[in-house]
């Protein structure tokens, strides 16, 4: 009883005790007992699986009790290490030192990396030469910080050897950034609790922020510059002083990095030695280290020499060598060194400190700097061992979806026991027996993982003496665990009563024995679900600077040894929502394939085996080839239909997403403007409390000061256009002043204040949205809303709101008359459309003042009175509702296609016309003639009330200028393009006006007249 419970003891203790083994030689770092004791475990495994009495010897030796066959049995022991031994040495021959002549030396292209300075005297810098900005001439927004940079740049620039012109570059850059990193003093972007100090604070922080996480992963502390203001002649606290030197070193070193920028751990491991080293040289404070020393100053080009030349080398050898990717280092190989400890060992020049001179001839340092003794970098670049490789098989395939293909075996395997229970009547018990197989394909599956892993690791990539143990220890455990797991559900299922292992007990005490035992090889699962479920205890696992967890976390889960993805995880919520979205797809998918894929096979499954049982003379393997044609279809469309569901899943969640975000809301660019055109009542309603709308107040309230002042200094023409009680409006309106008040109040609404309001904040936004280079110049222009001095309205809509709503107005003017044709024949039903649309009625009154506005400029004073006339008659027959009775309406759209043209060719022709340097002259000056100004008075005739008149006045001023011309000098012919294709269009306009007016009625007729007097003088 005795023995065979230290039998039991030696084989439970084993694992154990290996597994102390492994942690304490991974934590103390004893890399030969590592090796030894995986030689000896190695060897014993070999042994026991070559000579089946092995084992019984190994427990016998470890109880102290050898037998006769000792001599052999420790012999085959000590070959079966031997033979671990060689594989070991084989595999990883720097455990002894041992370097094979096998080596690959197309890892190591012959590559010449000794530094070639360059001693020749750089080129004379032109002082007025300079990239964007002149350092002489800096704008505002540069000069504040520009000093400090200044300062720092030349003395690093000595100290390490930059290149002159790089230098100058990069001052320039970091002042640009400086400047943009403005933004975040704003409180419109950052609360004023989390704004930092200055912009050099967040531009630091924003910068260093990777290295940080590199010297966090190394374990070490980071190297940041405290200079003292008075030390580096910087008129700046030392915080701000000392932040600015690290920011010029790192862009120093990355603005001559070249292609060396590809690896960004790189540029950090010269910014942490060359720091160290600089901190060093000046004596740590921003002061030399000794009185009677002087700064280093070292040759323009010296950093490029001996830092990036020899580097940048090594990296083109290998990525311009013609060999497969086994055999040659790519950027995330030399990535992974600089990501390793080991790349601290090496000095980043490769001049020797010791041996350096100063060229410049200053005195040496008395203190010994960083990097004397050590080897240059660029034999740790050499010797950098390759750290991925990708072996191309169908078995990589099946690598990256092992978890799929073992999620979709378990998952089949416990349907059909449930399938095969049902038909069969098994009971719970049983029913539970057969289904905890699930843990011997759980524990097969994942040995059959890891040695596809070795497989895909072995013999190209180099792991650390940790992930060897920890991966030679998990496929001996699991496959020492997995033989037990065999033997144990076999008795499980064997006679009731039995004597095993020389223990007597029934089937229900090794089922236990089972599934205590599974218990330990499914403790990586419940602990991967655990952490699946709460993302962010992987990252505070893999982020743990615990010796103990990181040694478990090496040795159990080998990929926690990547540098990346440790501090990327989702939140609970979002964790939950994609957990129940799979719960409910893998719930169904299992039900369906239950009903479907599975049960249907039990019956035809049954009747083969019962053929095979109780019919002699049936072949085995005739049954089993049978069963797997049958099973096999039902497993491949178990395995393929996850992808059916998940899409029409994924349509069910887009489709709730949809509804919940309102996507789809808004299909057409219409619906984007009735939207916009509710957002200031929304705004107002949110933003503003409930008075704020009342008519308590005029919307003169809502402007500013400057916009009130140029209302009340509108000019004459204005006024007399807009204000009912002038000369020209009291022609047409009489003394009364209310028949344009309606047209005045819809402008003073309570609408107009909240559009005002929504406004200001909306441009603010979409300025906000340009200073971050979201849009382009031309989009803000096209999504601000517009103000214009002198205009009646607050504002004006943005271009996109009322983009093409003329034209729609158009098509609803031209609409076809229906059966009751007297519909459309007065103002009201005419205009209704419009009239009921916010959009469309503002772009048409956009359109007339602006209109107008352009008539106005385009006339001059000579023929202002007559266009007010023409305006203000326009505005009395709308405000009167008899637009109808004085124009063709259905005619309007030549009048617009006219004014575009206008438009058209005034914003062509405008920007790119010149002033002249004085006035023109034809040579003949034309006496000026005085026009009446004002309405005219009744009864006088009409000023084209004879056209053969104007014609005959034409003629006789022609004749006149004719004769002038033969007694003064000769006519200087003036061409001038765009004025005369101006008056061309401006004609054309006049002429669609006159096309539109009704001659029958004597208000249009006087319209008309005027149309055609401006028409003659233009």
Known sequence: GEGES????????????????????????????????????????????????????????????????????????????????????????TVLAVHPKTDDETLKPGTDVTPSPVYAAPAPVNPEAFNMFDPADLPPRLSEYANMVYSACEDLGNFFGFQDSSVRNQAEHLLILLSNNR???????????????????????????????????????????????????????????????????FFCIWGEACNIRHMPECLWFLYHKMMEEYMTGVGGNGSVGAPDQQPRSLYAGHFLDYVVTPIFKIVSANMKSNTDHVNKRNYDDFNEFFWSRGCLQYRYTCEDPAESKD?????????????????????????????????????????????????????????????????????????????????????????????????????????????????????????????????????????????????????????????????????????????????????????????????????????????????????????????FFWATLITWKLFFSYVFEVYSMVLPTIQLTDDYANFPGQSFVKMGLLLGLRWLPQFCVYCIDMSIWYSVWQAFAGTSVGFSD??????????????????????????????????????????????????????????????????????????????????????????????????????????????????SNRERDYMKFSRFDGFSQAIYLPVFQTAGVVEEALAQLERPMTDDSHVLTNDANLFKPILNHVTMRTAVSEVWELGNYVLLKLLGPVHNDDAVYIMNYVLKWVEGGTVTD????????????????????????????????????????????????????????????????????????????????????????????????????????????????????PESKEVMDRLTFADRKS
Request: aromatic share 10%; hydrophobic share 45%; charged share 15%.
């Open 6 to 93: 230290a039998r039991v003891g030696f084989v439970v203790a084993g694992p154990g005790l290996a597994l102390v083994g492994g942690v304490l030689s991974a934590r103390f770092h004893n890399p030969l007992t590592l090796t030894l004791s995986s030689i000896l475990i190695l060897g014993a495994l070999i042994s026991s699986i070559a000579v089946p009495s092995a084992f019984d010897f190994l427990v016998d030796v470890a109880l102290q009790q050898p037998n006769a066959d000792s001599r052999y049995l420790s012999l085959a022991w000590l070959v079966s290490s031997a033979v671990a031994a060689a594989a070991l040495l084989y595999r990883r021959p």
């Open 183 to 249: 933004r975040y003093m704003n409180s419109h972007i950052l609360p004023p609790q989390l704004q930092p100090p200055s912009p050099i604070h967040a531009l630091h922080a924003k910068v260093f922020s990777n290295y940080m996480k590199w010297c966090r992963y190394q374990g070490v502390s980071p190297h940041f510059s405290k200079m003292s203001a008075s030390a580096a002649g910087m008129a700046a606290p030392p915080s701000v002083a000392s932040r600015v030197v690290d920011l010029v070193l």
């Open 359 to 579: 060229l410049e001839g200053a005195a040496h340092f008395a203190s010994p700097l960083p990097g004397e003794g050590r080897r240059p970098i660029t034999v740790g670049m050499m010797d950098a061992p390759k750290t991925f490789l990708e072996k191309r098989s169908w078995w990589r395939g099946v690598m990256a979806m092992s978890r799929i293909v073992e999620w979709h075996i378990v998952t089949f395997y416990l349907l059909s026991v449930m399938a095969f229970s049902h038909d069969l009547v098994w009971g719970w018990v049983y029913t539970l027996e057969v289904a905890s197989g699930v843990f011997w394909l759980f524990n097969s599956l994942a040995i059959c993982w890891g040695l596809l892993e070795v497989w895909l690791s072995y013999p190209g990539i180099h792991l650390s003496g940790t992930a060897i143990f920890g991966s030679v220890f998990v496929l001996v455990s699991r496959f020492l665990i997995l033989v037990y797991q065999t033997m144990y559900l076999m008795w499980t299922f064997g006679p009731s009563k039995g004597s095993y292992l020389g223990i007597e007990a029934d089937s229900t005490f090794w089922w236990w024995q089972y599934v205590w035992l599974s218990c330990l090889c499914m403790a990586p699962y419940a602990l991967e679900a655990l952490t699946n479920m709460f993302p962010v205890i992987t990252t505070k696992l893999y982020t743990s600077r615990n010796d103990y967890v990181q040694t478990f976390l090496n040795i159990l889960f080998p990929i926690s040894r990547l540098y990346v993805g440790k501090e990327v995880h989702e939140s609970f919520g979002h964790t939950a929502v994609y957990v």
């Open 662 to 775: 309102h996507l789809g809301d808004i299909r057409s660019m219409k619906d984007i403007r009735n939207s916009f055109g509710r957002a200031p009542e929304h705004f107002c309603s949110k933003m503003l409390s409930p008075d704020a709308g009342s008519r308590r107040g005029s919307s003169a309230s809502f402007l500013s000061a400057g916009e009130l002042n140029s209302r009340e200094s509108l000019d004459n023409r204005r006024q007399s256009l807009m204000n009912p009680n002038s000369a020209e409006g009291q022609s047409l309106l009489g003394s009364d002043p209310h028949k344009l008040q309606g047209y005045v109040n819809r402008l003073l609404d309570v609408r107009i204040q909240k559009w005002v309001m929504f406004s200001t904040v909306w441009n603010e936004v979409i300025d906000h949205f340009r200073e971050e280079d979201l849009i």
């Open 886 to 1001: 004085h124009m063709q309406i259905t005619k309007i759209r030549g009048v617009m296609k006219c004014l575009v043209q206008l438009v058209d060719v005034l914003g062509k022709g405008v920007g790119r016309r010149k002033p002249a340097s004085q006035r023109r002259s034809s040579g003949s000056k034309a006496k000026k003639r005085n026009e009446p100004v004002g309405p005219p008075a009744r009864g006088v005739f009409r000023r084209t009330l004879s056209a053969g008149s104007l014609g005959s006045v034409s003629n006789q001023a022609a004749s006149t200028e004719r004769s002038q011309s033969k007694i003064a000098d000769e006519n200087v012919v003036i061409v001038d393009a765009l004025r005369d294709h101006t008056r061309d269009k401006f004609r054309a306009l006049i002429n669609s006006l006159k096309g539109i007016m009704n001659a029958s009625d």
